[in-house]
C-alpha cells in the first residue's frame, strides 16, 4: 500500500507500484511509472516520462525527467529511466532525453549529491558517487563506480570511464579512460587510482599492470605509439584490455 500525503498531487493517469511514501508538496506527472518501495520527500517532482525503479529515496526539491536545455528539441516522446537503490539527494535536475537518444539513463546503487545536473541522454552507469554541484551536459557517459567530486563540469559527449576518480572543480571536454585520477587546472592525468581499486578488491597484480599500462601508454611520444606499445604486451588482463579500447574508441581524444 502506497502512502501518498494529501498535500501531493499525483496524476492519475501515473502508474505506482507498491509501498512507495510520497511526501508533501511531491509532484508526480503523467506518463509516470514509479517501482516500488520508493521515498519521495517534499516538494520531489516527477515529470513526463521518469521511469523509476525500485528503492530509491528521493531529497526535497528534486526534479526528475526534466524538458532537455537544448534547443534541438521538439517535443519528441522521450523517457528519464532511473534504476534501483539510488541515493538522489536535494535539487539534483535529470532532464529526460531528446530524439538522439531517446532516454537518459541512470543505473542502480548511485549516489546523486546536491545540486548535481545529468542532462539530455546522458547514461550513468552503477555504484557511481557525483558529487555537489557537479554539472554533466548533454550525451555524457560515465561508467560504473567512477567517482566525480563536487562542482566539475563535463562538456557534453565526453565519456568518463570507470574505477577512476575526478577531482572537485575541474572542467575538460575530453574523454578520461578507466581507472585513473584526474585534477588539478587545467585538468590531467594524476596517476592511477590506487586506493579506490583497492577498495573495490582489485588484486595487486592487476593493479601492476594498470600501472605498467597507464606508464607504457603515456611515456610515448604520441598516443598512437603508446596504443601501439600496449597491443604488443602478451597475456594482458581484460583491465588493460578495457583501457586500450576505451582509448582507441575515444571520439574527443582523451585525458593526458
Known amino acids: 500500500m502506497n502512502q501518498i500525503h494529501p498535500l501531493a498531487v499525483v496524476h492519475p493517469d501515473a502508474k505506482l507500484g507498491d509501498n512507495n511514501i510520497i511526501g508533501p508538496f511531491c509532484v508526480i506527472e503523467e506518463n509516470t511509472v514509479i517501482g516500488d ?3 519521495l520527500k517534499n516538494s520531489v517532482t516527477l515529470h513526463y516520462g521518469a521511469r523509476i525503479g525500485s ?4 531529497f526535497p526539491g528534486a526534479s526528475i525527467s526534466t524538458k532537455p536545455q537544448d534547443l534541438k528539441f521538439r517535443g519528441e516522446d522521450t523517457l528519464c529511466v532511473i534504476g534501483d537503490n539510488n541515493s538522489i539527494r536535494e535539487n539534483v535536475t535529470i532532464s529526460r532525453g531528446t530524439a538522439s537518444k531517446g532516454r537518459t539513463q ?6 546523486l549529491m546536491e545540486n548535481m545536473h545529468i542532462g539530455h541522454d546522458c547514461t550513468i552507469g552503477n555504484g557511481c558517487i557525483i558529487g555537489n554541484s557537479t554539472k554533466f551536459a548533454g550525451e555524457v557517459v560515465i561508467d560504473d563506480y567512477a567517482i566525480i567530486s563536487a562542482c566539475v563540469l563535463v562538456h557534453q559527449f565526453c565519456h568518463v ?3 577512476g576518480l575526478v577531482q572537485g572543480g575541474c572542467r575538460f571536454s575530453v574523454d578520461v579512460p578507466p581507472y585513473i585520477i584526474v585534477g588539478k587546472e587545467p ?3 594524476c596517476g592511477v587510482n590506487l586506493v579506490g581499486l583497492r577498495r573495490r578488491q582489485f588484486p595487486n597484480e592487476t593493479i601492476t599492470a594498470i600501472h605498467d599500462a597507464y606508464r607504457t601508454l603515456y611515456g610515448a611520444a604520441t598516443l598512437q605509439e603508446g596504443i601501439d ?6 597475456d594482458r588482463p581484460k583491465e588493460v584490455d578495457n583501457i586500450l579500447n576505451f582509448v582507441k574508441n575515444s571520439k574527443r581524444g582523451v585525458m593526458r
Open 187 to 189: 585538468a590531467h592525468y
Open 55 to 58: 528503492g530509491n529515496e528521493f
Open 37 to 39: 518501495n520508493n521515498v
Open 161 to 163: 570511464g570507470g574505477y
Open 106 to 111: 541512470v543505473g542502480n546503487g548511485n549516489l
Open 229 to 234: 606499445a600496449l597491443e604488443a604486451f602478451t
